[in-house]
């Protein structure tokens, strides 16, 4: 694994994850293609087709899991046709990714164009906005928070069994390593249309460990897949705990 710059070592289990969300994994992209490579393949088989890229992107070494990670030129982007991986209706879905820009005034890192759409833009904040029939959700982070030429974190997330007191109050996130830095009520509605995917538009920069879930990543399930990559799965918390009893046990014998 390469990391020129981690945001912080972090612990090889984060926290006591409530299950493995690999299950939920819809589409992954690794970004380890090949250099010079005009396709790029995702991991979980449910995209028909390879990504269709111009030939202006290339593969880069620096990245943060993997064999390399996908750099981009500020015009481009890499498209991937209508899947169902992308369409989430009106349900919970996170978008996990690992990011080095070298420009913050950049447009969508990666947008599901038309219609019922959602996307992730670096414009004067960073926005993830969630837009169906005109009516959207719109949450905002503090662009002074991001570093060019760093690789940093970000996952969004769609709640929509989110509870406030005994009431659903569905919201969407943005978290930046690891940290939740934006969060607003959504009250958008059901995103199933027939768009392509299109991921670096306007990125002067790298992504690296591209992942769709088709649920709402807890905190600590951010944090694991922060620390251990998209395609690990999390431990269950007993077996934590098992392996935990485990080394107290050694621990206990050698002190005899």
Known sequence: MHRASSPRP?????????????????????????????????????????????????????????????SFNGTD?????????????????????????????????????????YYLQM????????????????????????????????????????????????RIEIWHDGSLVGSVADVSGDLDNTSEMKFGIGLAGQLDDLGFYDCALSADEIEFIMDNGVGTPIPEPGTMILAGLGVLVLLLRKRR
């Open 123 to 170: 414009s004067s904040t960073m926005r993830l906005r969630i837009n169906q029939g005109g009516t959207e959700s719109q949450a905002t982070a503090n662009l002074a928070l991001f570093t060019t030429g760093e690789w940093e974190h970000l996952c969004v997330v769609r709640n929509k069994e989110h509870m406030d007191g005994e009431t659903p109050a569905p």
């Open 10 to 70: 972090g612990p090889a289990f984060a926290g006591a994850a409530s299950a493995d969300v690999t299950s939920n994994l819809t589409a992954w992209f690794k970004l380890d293609d090949n250099a010079a490579t005009t396709e790029v393949n995702e991991e979980i088989g449910n995209v028909d087709a390879a990504l269709n890229v111009n030939t202006s992107l290339r593969h880069s070494a620096d990245c943060v899991f993997g064999t390399g990670s996908l």
């Open 77 to 117: 982007s890499a498209i991937a046709p209508d899947n169902a991986a992308f369409r989430f209706d009106n349900s919970s879905f996170s978008i996990s990714l690992w990011m080095k820009t070298e420009d913050t005034a950049a447009d969508p890192l990666f947008k599901y164009t038309s219609g019922a759409n």
